[in-house]
Antibody, heavy 114, light 108 residues
């Protein structure tokens, strides 16, 4: 069955970077775009951007431009989301989600605290 | 960007009630709308895709309708497991994809 398994929780200091991974299995990795969504504590869902595992092409929401990088490694069927210049407002659960079929990873809590 | 306006933000209901949640898009998204259920500490769970298609394994008491800019999610007879937060999401093919602000369905 389709699975998206994300890396574990992270605690980072303001100004640092974090890289979250999303390991895909159960389908052809290069056939579906991977989206990244985040959810701050007690808040709604915020779509951040996407990476096309086939081409490596990406697209980001304007508010994250310059701070986010989405990549993939097809040999290990894993997508990545790296966010730099972390601030307290970036504390959230980060999810990966397969486009079209909308399978989601379990989420990765990133806590930004001094 | 396409804005999704979801209502109500909170809904109080009882087991056995029929409830409806509405989502309005700021422009035509055809039928490219999904509905999710989310429980605390869990990832969103897909219920409905393409506005009205029930995901396999989801109980038939859930249904979706609409196209263009107006959409609804209906739960025909609320069960105890249905009390959760619900989100709509448009995936019209033009990024960014956007979500409604959520509806917290609580026990009356």
């Amino acid at each position: 069955q389709v699975q998206l398994v994300q890396s574990g929780a992270e605690v980072k200091k303001p100004g640092a970077s974090v890289k979250v991974s999303c390991k895909a299995s159960g389908y052809t990795f290069t056939s579906y775009i991977i989206n990244w969504v985040r959810q701050a504590p007690g808040q709604g869902l915020e779509w951040m951007g996407w990476v096309n595992p086939n081409s490596g092409k990406t697209g980001y929401v304007e508010k994250f431009q310059g701070r986010v990088t989405m990549t993939r490694n097809t040999s290990i069927t894993t997508a990545y989301m790296e966010l730099s210049g972390l601030r307290s407002e970036d504390t959230a659960v980060y999810y990966c989600a397969r486009d079209e079929e909308w399978d989601w990873g379990q989420g990765t809590l990133v806590t930004v605290s001094s | 960007d396409i804005q999704m306006t979801q209502s109500p933000s909170t809904l109080s209901a009882s087991v056995g009630d029929r409830v409806t949640i509405t989502c309005r898009a700021s422009q035509n998204i055809r039928s490219l709308l999904a509905w999710y259920q989310q429980k605390p500490g869990k990832a969103p769970k897909l219920l409905i895709y393409m506005a009205s298609s029930l995901k396999s394994g989801v109980p038939s008491r859930f249904s979706g309708s609409g196209s263009g800019t107006e959409f609804t999610l209906t739960i025909s007879s609320l069960q105890p497991d249905d009390f959760a937060t619900y989100y709509c999401q448009q995936y019209n093919g033009y990024y960014p994809y956007t979500f409604g602000q959520g509806t917290n369905l609580e026990i009356k």
